[in-house]
């Protein structure tokens, strides 16, 4: 076995990493690579098949204190770490069972005309501009306003919940991040105490009373899901809608075929998604056990994560795999990941993609680049994947 080498930090890593997945898919579908800047060793699925068997193994696990129960203990893990995307059942199901009504597809559908609402209003603010920065002015709003109104945070709040979010992703100086998580469950710890004083329609106040009822939530795990949920609502669907824009707008056969038939909407999102998923990478996965998975030798303890973005391009289940087609029929892709922590956010996700970007072409028909394609620069991010700004012309 060779270790790979990948510099996910780099910028020329995320300026084109499915050119990096073409060359390694073919030879490698399970490698230990070792990521340059961060000096970390790991293991990487990078076909579609080994992706989906990583996260449909329950030997992969993902709850560090069960494979390091000497080093992470309740007190030095961050909330966010105690919520749903980083537990195995039981503990999984409890806490994924507690917000999972709220996001069923028959419910999220019930919002359609609150997003398209939310849509227009951002629309309505730009349209006296000619140029604007598509994420800062479109993509970024819509999420939020959807997932704080979900939520039940108040609207003169949600700039605040932008900057925490940013901090939880993009890990830079700790002591910043640690003082920025001390703000942010300060400002929870308030917001909570008000829903409990005046409990409203929302999840928030679904939740405490779940809270209330003393051995189904703990405080921490509150505070942890409401993390989720805030850098989930944030830090993906914007770029859904920003890496759909850009994927329309450089195949104009494409977007013209979306122009004569809207109902392709919703196909065009699933193809979005898979093309350039606004996630890379699967969150940390842990080997439970020695034992060996596709002819390597795993050891308990080894640290695992799958590439989304390469499943979605392997041609051996997508067929002209890195281009982009609309009317795509099948595309079982794996950008919401798959098996007990498939995206709980995903038909909400679907719904704002579909009703953010028709709202925009009906709104703009004219929108376009106002920028050289070479100038527009990608997020150095670990999971996510999207531009760092995004000039267009409206009109
Ligand atoms: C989990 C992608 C939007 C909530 C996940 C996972 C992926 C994903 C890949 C699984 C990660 C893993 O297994 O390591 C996306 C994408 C989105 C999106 C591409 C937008 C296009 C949302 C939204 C919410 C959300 C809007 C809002 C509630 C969650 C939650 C989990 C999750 C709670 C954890 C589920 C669990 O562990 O059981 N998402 N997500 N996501 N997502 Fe999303």
Redesign the pocket.
């Known amino acids: 076995m060779t270790t790979q080498s990948i510099d996910l930090f780099s910028n020329e890593f995320h300026q084109n990493p499915y050119h990096y997945y073409q060359t390694i898919r073919p030879h490698h579908s399970f490698a230990k690579v070792n990521f340059v800047s961060g000096g970390q060793s790991s293991w990487m699925a990078f076909t579609y098949e080994t992706a989906e068997a990583v ?1 449909k193994d329950d030997r992969f696990i993902k709850d560090m204190r069960t494979v390091f129960p000497n080093d992470i203990t309740n007190e030095n893990l961050p909330p966010i770490a105690q919520s ?2 980083f537990a195995d059942p039981p503990n ?1 199901r409890r806490l ?1 069972s507690l917000v999972q009504s709220g ?1 069923t597809p028959k419910k999220i559908e019930s919002f359609r005309e609150r997003i398209k609402e939310i849509a227009e209003e951002q629309a309505e603010l730009m349209s006296k501009k000619d140029t604007i920065e598509f994420i800062e002015d479109y993509a970024f709003p819509i ?1 939020i306003r959807v ?1 704080c109104e979900l939520i039940g945070v108040p609207v003169e709040d949600q700039e605040k919940f932008q900057r925490w979010s940013h901090a939880i992703v993009d890990i830079g100086d700790a002591e910043q991040y640690e003082q920025i998580m001390s703000e942010f469950i300060q400002y929870l710890d308030q917001l909570i105490q008000q829903k409990k004083e005046f409990p409203k329609n929302d999840l928030l106040s679904d939740l405490i009373k779940a809270e209330e009822q003393g051995d189904r939530l703990t405080t921490k795990e509150l505070h942890g899901i409401i993390m ?2 805030i850098v ?2 944030h830090e ?2 914007v770029n ?1 809608i920003s890496n759909g824009l850009l994927a329309l707008l450089t195949h104009p056969s494409q977007l013209e075929l979306l122009k004569k038939e809207p109902s392709l909407y919703k196909q065009a999102v699933e193809e979005i ?1 898979r093309y350039n ?3 890379e990478f ?2 940390d996965r842990w080997a439970n056990e020695d034992f060996l998975f596709e002819g390597q030798q795993v050891k308990k303890g080894d640290h695992v994560i799958v590439s ?1 973005a390469s499943a979605g391009h392997d041609p051996n289940v997508f067929a002209n795999a890195d281009e982009f087609q609309i009317k795509r029929e099948q595309s079982p892709h794996l ?3 798959k098996g ?7 038909p ?2 679907r719904l ?2 579909e009703v953010a970007l028709q709202t925009l072409f009906e709104k703009f028909p004219d929108v376009r680049l106002a920028t050289d394609l070479k100038y527009l620069q990608w997020r150095e991010s670990f999971i996510i994947r999207g531009l760092k700004s995004f000039p267009v012309w409206l009109k």
Do not use: D, K, N
């Open positions: 996260l749903m995307l999984h994924r996001f999420p997932i989720l949920m989930a609502g993906t669907t859904l998604l998923g606004p996630v699967s969150t989304l950008a919401f990941g007990i922590h498939y995206c709980l956010g995903a909400l996700a704002e993609g």
